[in-house]
């Protein structure tokens, strides 16, 4: 059974940037056919995609968000990655990792504030 | 961006009655390959949202066969044949054809 945890700070400064990490078990991040991916959710609000990535392929953003985000993978750790540069208050989020949409992470909340 | 308009936003069932939730997308979701990749999820409370229907009516595993979906260019349906309290949440449509991934605004099952 695939499991994904993120982790990362709870508290990012305005204008900071943003980085969480997936920790992906009972699979390899490098198999083929599955991508991998943000998402994120503002409180009491839906579910928006940030972007996703596939192993050895460029990634796809959200063109909202196209100008801040990388994703990147890091297959030695089993591990995939979100940089969000330049924050507000408006990305204060439970951010979540996915595998393609079947497997999702608990979510974590990040808050942006001084 | 693809819109997806989900109705009622609110939904109130009396335990052991059917629901039905309705999705319709700005676009048609029929992608190249063939598929529409119109997808359902149920997020309860304090959880993670949770895959429930995949391309408009392939149920996840370990999901209720009370659970079904239904639907085709536009026009999609989340129907559940008997609520149970354990179906208390809040419910998304996807559509997965067009990038960016959207999502409806949700609709909030509670029972009456």
């Known amino acids: 059974q695939v499991q994904l945890q993120e982790s990362g700070p709870g508290l990012v400064r305005p204008s900071q940037t943003l980085s969480l990490t997936c920790t992906v078990s009972?699979?390899?991040?490098?198999?083929?056919?599955?991508?991998w991916s943000w998402i994120r959710q503002h409180p009491g609000k839906g579910l928006e995609w940030i972007g996703y990535?596939?192993?050895?392929?460029?990634?796809y953003y959200n063109p909202s968000l196209k100008s801040r985000v990388t994703i990147s993978i890091d297959t030695s750790k089993n591990q995939f990655s979100l940089k969000l540069r330049s924050v507000t208050a408006a990305d204060t989020a439970v951010y979540y990792c996915?595998?393609?949409?079947?497997?999702w992470g608990q979510g974590t909340l990040v808050t942006v504030s001084s | 961006d693809v819109v997806m308009t989900q109705s009622p936003l609110s939904l109130p069932v009396t335990l052991g009655q059917p629901a039905s939730i309705s999705c319709r997308s700005s676009?048609?979701?029929?992608?190249?390959?063939?598929?529409?990749?119109l997808n359902w999820f149920q997020q309860r409370p304090g959880q993670s949202p949770r895959r429930l229907i995949y391309?408009?009516?392939n149920r996840d595993s370990g999901v209720p066969d009370r659970f079904s979906g239904s639907g085709s260019g536009t026009d999609f349906t989340l129907r559940i044949s008997r609520v149970e309290a354990e179906d208390v949440g809040v419910y998304y449509c996807?559509?997965?054809?067009?990038?960016?991934?959207?999502f409806g605004q949700g609709t909030r099952l509670e029972i009456k």
């Open positions: 996915a595998r393609d949409s079947t497997y």
């Open positions: 009972g699979g390899s991040i490098s198999s083929g056919g599955y991508f």
């Open positions: 990535i596939y192993y050895n392929e460029s990634p």
């Open positions: 676009q048609r979701l029929v992608n190249s390959d063939g598929n529409t990749y």
């Open positions: 391309k408009v009516s």
């Open positions: 996807m559509q997965g054809t067009h990038w960016p991934i959207t």
